[in-house]
């Protein structure tokens, strides 16, 4: 890809994934277990309370890893195709990115989801070839009994040429960032809605196929009506087309809550008031059955718009040094949690929430971490990468550049970074640069903003600076 920086991931599975009467088995490639990295990680065995929708929402996962809702004219997507599924003590979690990386998609499998526990914890990529494919669509048509194994390490009476797959996938950067991106844009948003079943069916069913821009679903009685212009409590939806997964979970559907950041005249980030319109990232999750489970679909801001790209993270890397060092001591705190209580970790670790804080956003950008939005937490978990994925920032290393050439000057209140005054007021960061103005902090911060933080020491959560989290693609 022209302009990114990507790592070529070898991986190898035992055996494709398969199913044997009613026993699912998803073959693994390498992963990372609680003893470390493992060639063929075992995670899991067990019959799924309830088949159907659970095999319906895997087929939805595997789908959305094989879409693209955005193709740019001159980049060629190249992404892995195969979801990472993360077994945490006590629940199975399944995600994947679409090829334009606009669209995330997770599905939660909670204890009583299942009807045994996972016998390790740790994250790996699985198997979905199109035979198995073709399974769990039976499976869903018949509703029978499915039993799950991930990560069969069993040997097979076969040769290897006939049994083994092997891929090499060109790792963008940008796919280990989107994984980032989308766990701090979670922490970001709160319910703004909630639809029961039939009336969640009603909604989804209804909407168009496409739209020219982007519409916003605001709460009218018991269901959600689209309008072109944001009015208080609604959620950003920008490509109905990009929630077309969630049509065949609709039989399933319990619920269909809705995310989206708070504020609800659509200030989702500093810089952003004063332009309400503007477009913002939405989650969209079914709970389905009776146990529980659930599918969530992320929209990024923008179809043309990948989260790789959204910026939400570069406030957390202003001061580098300080939140690499709290994030290394938090890692070793996790112990594969599926549910992270930051004030434990502030506790065991003796440091105040805003320095745990920063550094889980630190943590999330090497995908060590995720986040739970019904559970309102972060969640462990790593991303079966091996060698460290180099990370590219363009923002974050210009600012760097403008710190190191001493054209930061401090001020009262702000700061002078290159030929742009910095202002730091009422909560928010502001710059005189064209880029800020075009975009007002709904793309994250500018490289003046950041060469400021930079010069100043301080990070999110510093009285000193007090801008918050915002989205947008870095340039």
Same mark, same amino acid.
């Given at each position: ?5 990507? *790592? ?80 945490? *003590? ?61 990560? $069969?390490?069993? =040997? ?155 910026? *939400? ?27 992270? $209580? ?10 105040? *929430? ?14 060590? =971490?995720?986040? $739970? ?7 462990? %978990? ?17 600012? %760097? ?27 928010? $960061? ?46």
């Amino acid at each position: 890809m022209s302009g990114t920086t990507g *790592a070529t991931l070898a991986y190898r599975y035992s055996a494709p994934s398969r199913l044997l009467r009613d026993e699912l088995r998803l073959a693994t490639s390498g992963g990372i277990t609680e003893a470390g990295p493992a060639a063929h990680p075992y995670f899991f065995t067990g019959f799924l309370a309830e088949p159907a929708p659970a095999a319906q929402a895997l087929l939805a996962t595997a789908a959305i890893a094989r879409a693209q809702y955005h193709v740019a004219a001159s980049t060629i997507q190249l992404l892995l195709r195969d979801p990472v599924v993360t077994s945490n *003590a006590d629940r199975l979690r399944f995600e994947s990115f679409s090829g334009c990386c606009g669209v995330h998609a997770r599905l939660d499998l909670p204890p009583e989801a299942l009807a045994a526990m996972p016998a390790a914890s740790g994250c790996t990529n699985v198997d979905f070839n199109p035979p198995m494919r073709a399974a769990l669509a039976g499976a869903v048509a018949t509703a029978s009994q499915l039993l799950l194994k991930v990560g $069969d390490e069993e =040997v097979t009476a076969v040769t290897e040429r006939a049994s083994v797959t092997e891929r090499k996938v060109e790792l963008p950067s940008r796919w280990i960032k989107g994984f980032g991106e989308v766990s701090a844009l979670h922490a970001w948003m709160r319910p703004v809605a909630e639809l029961t079943g039939a009336d969640a069916t009603r909604f989804i069913a209804g909407l168009p196929r496409a739209a020219r821009g982007p519409l916003w679903a605001v709460p009218a009685g018991r269901s959600l009506s689209l309008t072109a212009t944001l009015k208080p409590g609604g959620a950003c939806l920008a490509g109905p087309e990009r929630l077309a997964e969630l049509r065949p979970l609709l039989r399933f559907t319990k619920r269909l809550r809705v995310y989206a950041p708070p504020s609800a005249d659509g200030d989702f980030g500093a810089g952003a008031a004063g332009h309400a319109a503007l477009p913002a990232p939405s989650a969209w999750e079914l709970t389905l059955g009776g146990t529980g489970a659930r599918f969530t679909l992320t929209l990024s801001p923008e179809k043309y718009r990948g989260f790789s790209g959204e910026g *939400a993270l570069l406030g957390a890397f202003a001061v580098a040094d300080a939140t690499a060092e709290d994030a290394g001591l938090i890692g070793l705190l996790l112990g594969w949690d599926p549910v992270i $209580d930051p004030a434990s970790l502030a506790a065991s670790a003796g440091l105040s *929430a805003e320095r745990v804080a920063a550094a889980l956003a630190v943590l999330a950008s090497s995908g060590a =971490v995720g986040y $739970d939005l019904a559970c309102g937490a972060y969640f462990h %978990r790593e991303l079966p990468l091996g060698a460290e994925v180099e990370r590219v920032h363009p923002r974050l290393a210009d600012a %760097r550049e403008l710190v190191a050439a001493g054209q930061v000057t401090l001020t009262e209140g702000g700061a002078m970074s290159g030929d742009h005054r910095v202002s730091f007021a009422d909560g928010v $960061d502001t710059c005189t640069c064209p880029w800020w103005g075009k975009h007002r902090g709904t793309r994250g911060p500018c490289k003046h903003v950041l060469a400021a933080r930079i010069a100043l020491g301080a990070g999110p959560g510093d009285p000193r600076i007090t801008g918050q989290v915002a989205t947008g693609e870095a340039r």
